[in-house]
C-alpha cells in the first residue's frame, strides 16, 4: 500500500530505527539525521517517515507531511545553522543524483553555494 514501509529500503530502517542513524530532530511524520557523506559543515536529511520515492509523489499523496518535511528542514537549518542562508535540495530520479528512492530533503549549510548547481 503506498506510504507503507518497504522491507529493502534503507531509509524505512532508519526510521524503524533498524539502522542506526544521528537524529537531530524528530517528529510525529518525520526524521532528521546527520547524512554519513556530508557535502557541507551542515548536511542533514530529513524524511517523511511514510514511504514515497520522491518528494513530488509524497507530496500528491500526503500533503500536510510534505508540508511538515519542507517546516522541518527550516527549522533543522536555524538549529545547525542560525540565521544563515542554506540550501534545501531534493534529488529526484537517477538522472538528477537520487540513490536512495524514500523522498528526503538535504538541509545544507555552513558553507558558500555556486549557482547553477553542479
Ligand atoms: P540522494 O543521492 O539524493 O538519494 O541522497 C542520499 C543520501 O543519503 C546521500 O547523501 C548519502 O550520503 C546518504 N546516506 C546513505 N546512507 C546513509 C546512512 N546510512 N545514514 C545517513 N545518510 C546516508
Ligand atoms: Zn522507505
Redesign the pocket.
Known amino acids: 500500500m503506498a506510504g507503507e514501509p518497504q522491507a529493502d529500503c ?1 531509509f524505512c530502517k ?1 526510521v524503524k530505527g533498524e ?3 544521528t537524529v537531530v530532530k524528530e517528529t510525529e511524520t518525520t526524521v532528521a ?7 557541507a559543515p551542515v ?1 542533514v ?1 530529513v524524511i517523511p517517515k511514510v514511504h514515497y520515492a520522491d518528494a513530488g509523489s509524497l507530496a500528491a499523496a500526503e500533503p500536510g507531511i510534505a508540508a511538515d518535511v519542507l517546516r522541518e528542514a527550516g527549522e533543522v537549518a536555524l538549529q545547525e545553522n542560525g540565521e544563515k542562508g542554506f540550501r534545501i ?3 529526484t530520479g537517477a538522472g538528477a ?5 524514500h523522498a ?1 530533503a ?1 538541509v545544507l549549510g555552513g558553507r558558500g553555494f555556486n549557482w547553477p548547481p553542479g
Open positions: 534503507l532508519i539502522v542506526p542513524a539525521f546527520r547524512d554519513i557523506n556530508p557535502q548536511h536529511l535540495v531534493f534529488n543524483g537520487q540513490t536512495v528512492f528526503h538535504h
